[in-house]
């Protein structure tokens, strides 16, 4: 592997790192700390120290001019320069001259040469000039004026600030390394930091690797998780109870499919056997091909149903909505269930209307389906009920016949796929135990629910749908 490479996959793996990225930004946060600290410090200092020169250099001028003033005239100037360098106190960075206003140096006490112009302007205006620094900052001037016996004078005092500079690049070097170092510091603290704070996601990972098809009823445990994880791990939780919801169903309805098709293609399988075994007239032929023809009709139905099931499940269904009375809808099904009411001496009755924008089509579908399944579980001579009513944005309908007691556990498993009920099971001319199911997902599809009870003979299996319009005043 050349080095190129390796640096690039450092770097992706640097770049893919929480714990890298979070120490990262600690360390960039504690050095804008640092360094927003160390400069406000920085200039804090400099300006104390520049404040402490200016008044060292007016102090000093004040005791220049009282020293000045115990000189009689400018004879006695040279005698008093041991008394100078007194005042000035052994400091090798400060200077101080005594010239007449024309700038010109009334005794040699520095070498530094001052510009007649500046020295005029400070002996024609207040009796303290103002401090100036040279254009490199390392200098502080002051000019002041001062009596020399009768005759007006100039003192001049020059302040070197290298030492001053010294301190402030050295100032300055220790907050750059301080800087350095606690990022650094921090980096590796938050590097540690972010390990630990991160140790709880490690767990929540390695938990989440022993659940499998084998395990899915296994859970994170939420109270293990700081608050900040807790919802992470609630929703990953309820992630994993939906897989696993889908998963049992999945392999239930795989069970219930491959059940359901084994019964007719097993039948066609030994019609064709029997009719093979010996030659047959035509007529002979002829029925089994209608039984086998029954039979194929049965899985046609069934793969149908089948597919709108799966369409449902993925919302690969288009809505065609449009207002649907559903009275009138439920009139034209039991129109249509009439003969074979008739043939079980059952009573057909619609109660109640509503209005409701939906898909036409699947509301006829939907009604059609309870009312198939009403009809055919119906105790002869009974009535069957369909009845509608809506209000509160919703429409609701309740199919009602008289049969079989339904218990609780198959109430609430009625409208699943390939369920029918046990008195039912193996029957002949019994449905594939999809009705009801696409009664729930035509529901479900227009934001809806499905129920079922059972009391006192009476079973009712009832649907409600949103979007429900004003309700047409007919019965």
């Known amino acids: 592997m050349s080095l190129k490479s390796a640096e690039a996959r450092l770097a992706r793996r640097a770049h893919g790192s929480l714990r890298v990225r979070l120490s990262t930004v600690f360390a960039l946060i504690a050095s804008a700390a640092i360094a927003a600290v160390g400069l406000s410090l920085y200039l804090t ?46 400091r090798g960075d400060l200077q101080v001259d005594v010239m007449d206003e024309r700038g010109k140096a009334l005794v040699e006490l520095s070498s ?86 991160l140790a709880p996601l490690g767990r929540m990972a390695q938990a989440a690797k022993r659940i499998g098809p084998q395990h899915l009823g296994e859970r994170l445990n939420v109270d293990d998780c700081p608050a900040e994880l807790r919802q992470v791990a609630s929703s990953f939780n309820e992630m994993l109870a939906g897989m696993e919801d889908s ?58 149903h089948m597919l709108f099931l799966a369409k449902a499940d993925h919302a690969q269904l288009a809505l065609k909505r449009e207002p649907v009375d559903l009275g009138e809808e439920a009139d034209k099904v039991l129109e249509f269930f009439e003969p074979l009411a008739s043939e079980r001496r059952l009573k057909l009755e619609r109660r109640g209307t509503a209005g409701l924008h939906a898909d036409r089509n699947l509301m006829r579908r939907l009604l059609a389906n309870l009312v198939s399944n009403a009809v055919r579980h119906a105790t002869e001579g009974s009535m069957v009920e369909v009845s509608v009513r809506g209000g ?22 009625v409208f699943d796929r390939f369920y029918r009920g046990a008195a039912s099971r193996g029957s002949p001319g019994e449905g594939a135990g999809l009705g009801l199911s696409i009664v729930k997902s035509i529901a479900e599809l227009h934001g809806g629910r499905v129920a079922a009870s059972s009391a006192a003979g009476r079973n009712s299996f009832s649907v409600t749908l949103m979007g429900a319009r004003s309700p047409t005043a007919r019965d």
């Not at 040279?134 to 004026?145: E, N, P, Q, V």
């Not at 098709?261 to 032929?285: C, D, F, H, K």
């Not at 509160?392 to 198959?410: F, P």
């Open 112 to 197: 530094f040469a001052w510009p007649a112009d500046i020295v005029r302007q400070a002996g024609a205006g207040t009796e303290m000039h103002e401090v100036t620094s040279s254009s490199d900052g390392r200098y502080h001037f002051l000019l002041a004026t001062a009596r020399l016996g009768e005759e007006p004078a100039v003192i001049g005092i020059t302040h070197d600030r290298a030492a001053s500079q010294l301190l402030l690049s050295r100032f300055a070097t220790w907050i750059v390394l301080a800087c350095v170092l606690g990022s650094v510091l921090a980096w590796l603290l938050g590097y540690v930091a972010a390990a630990r704070g």
């Open 392 to 413: 509160d944005g919703a429409a609701g309908i309740v199919v009602t016949n008289e049969g079989r007691h339904l218990s609780q556990a198959e109430c609430r498993r």
């Open 45 to 90: 200092l400099a300006a104390q120290l520049d404040a402490d020169e200016r008044a060292q250099l007016v102090s000093k001028a004040q005791l220049f001019r009282q020293l000045l003033a115990e000189i009689p005239d400018r004879s006695a100037l040279g005698a008093q320069v041991d008394r100078f360098a007194d005042v000035l106190g052994g």
């Open 247 to 304: 998963f049992v169903r999945l392999s239930q309805f795989s069970a219930d499919l491959a059940h359901e098709l084994r019964t007719p293609i097993g039948s066609l399988m030994l019609q064709a056997q029997v009719a093979l075994g010996r030659p047959r007239s035509g007529a002979e032929l002829r029925a089994v091909l209608e039984s086998g023809l029954e039979e194929l009709e049965r899985l046609s139905r069934m793969v149908n």
